[in-house]
């Protein structure tokens, strides 16, 4: 029996530089701002019925922080940017909290350079979503909820 999605909350974190969207590099990650991600988010969580907590950081401890005080919300989107490839410490601060990952990126960052092709996020994470752009965050978003919806 599926359990009620209704209840399900999910924090949406998105690391550095990801504040720039829109203006930032925009033949690698698009015009859509982070703003606009984050309605298209908002959007899609209304349609599965969901609650979402989006918060933007440049800095890995407040990154860190709201892992560590997710404790009411059932699961995690992540898009890290460049912490994907550098922190150890949002790898474990996912693997103490144990709870369901989703990591996310607009860019597919295996056709990058080679330094973008380890994430440490991604042996925590359920699953990975990678090179579709804004469309990776709403695709995120379902496989997070089907998989409280069925786990
Ligand atoms: C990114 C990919 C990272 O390598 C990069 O540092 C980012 C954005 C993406 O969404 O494609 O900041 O996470």
Redesign the pocket.
């Known amino acids: 029996m599926p359990k009620p999605l209704e209840l399900f909350s999910i924090l949406v974190l998105h ?4 504040n720039l969207l829109g203006k ?1 590099e925009p033949g ?2 698009g015009v859509v701002t982070l703003d606009e991600i984050n309605c298209l988010l908002m959007s899609e969580a209304s349609k599965l019925q969901v609650q979402i907590l989006p918060l933007q950081s440049n800095h890995e401890g407040v990154l860190i922080d709201a892992i560590h005080n997710a404790t009411e919300h059932h699961g995690i989107l992540i ?7 550098t922190s150890v410490a949002i790898r474990d601060a996912i693997s103490a909290m144990k709870k369901p990952t989703v990591e ?6 295996y056709q ?2 080679a ?2 092709h380890h994430s440490y996020i991604a042996s925590v994470a359920i699953g990975q979503i ?2 579709f752009g804004a469309e ?1 965050y709403r695709l995120g978003l379902q496989a997070l909820v089907h998989h409280l919806a069925t786990n």
Request: net charge positive; proline share 4%.
């Open positions: 690391g550095p530089n990801l930032r690698i990650y898009n890290a940017g460049a912490y994907t490839h996310v990126h607009l860019s597919n960052i990058r350079e330094f973008r990678s090179g990776s």
